[in-house]
């Protein structure tokens, strides 16, 4: 898919400043500084439109970002965030289960995960809640650039046995500094928001 003219929408904290056009939503989740933020600026070819490195006094708000008005990928709050307190993290965890649980535009969640390292105990909560929300997801194994060419692959599939034994669950390299792997990824985008 080629994008045209994504803008960036609205920060929402609370529902009643979701978007109310009904258009379908990508939601990202993955722990602060997986690549959430880049994810987004790599898929539609902008720089900086998604603000890029976690800032812990925003962590209750939704980003959306319109895509050519076809749909908004949502930036979600990361979780696992160090300098957040435990109260802080709870309150987190509850915000964003209540959205995807709730949030009925949701059409494909995608799970980013670190590919140099095992899926952290977040990592595996946070899975849990989106296999409980019921809604399709796919894994992508982020910083693809960071490990041998020769081993993505395979660390990818890896990763896809720890968090998916059964192997169900698409699971791809990804890399926001390598445009390679994004054509698999707008595949799997472009069956969902249609
Ligand atoms: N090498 C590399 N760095 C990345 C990649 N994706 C994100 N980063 C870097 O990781 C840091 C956190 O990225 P960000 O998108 O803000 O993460 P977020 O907190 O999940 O939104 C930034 O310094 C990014 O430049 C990637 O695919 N490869
Ligand atoms: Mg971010």
């Not at 990592?123 to 060419?149: C, E, H, Q, T, W």
Request: proline residues 5%; positive net charge; hydrophobic residues 35%.
């Amino acid at each position: 898919m080629i994008v045209k003219n994504p803008q960036f929408e609205v920060s929402a904290v609370n529902k009643k400043q979701y978007p109310n056009n009904g258009l379908p939503e990508v939601v990202l989740v993955g722990k602060s500084n997986v690549g959430k933020s880049s994810f987004i600026n790599t898929m539609i070819n902008r720089k900086k439109l998604a603000r890029t490195s976690s800032e812990p006094g925003k962590t209750r708000q939704l980003n959306f970002y319109n895509i050519d008005n076809l749909f908004y990928f949502v930036d979600l709050p990361g979780y696992g965030f160090s300098k957040m307190s435990k109260q802080e993290q709870v309150k987190v965890g509850e915000f964003i289960e209540d959205y995807l649980k709730n949030r009925k535009e949701i059409c494909l969640i995608i799970f980013l995960v670190d590919i140099r390292h095992d899926p952290t105990s977040n990592d595996y909560l946070m899975y849990d809640y989106v296999v409980r929300s019921g809604l399709p997801f796919m894994i992508l194994a982020n910083k693809a650039d960071k490990i041998a060419k020769t081993k993505v692959n395979d660390t990818a599939k890896n990763i896809q046995k720890q968090l998916n034994p059964i192997g169900d669950i698409p699971t791809l390299p990804f890399s926001s500094e390598n445009k390679i792997y994004s054509d698999d990824v707008w595949k799997i985008i472009e069956e969902h928001i249609n």
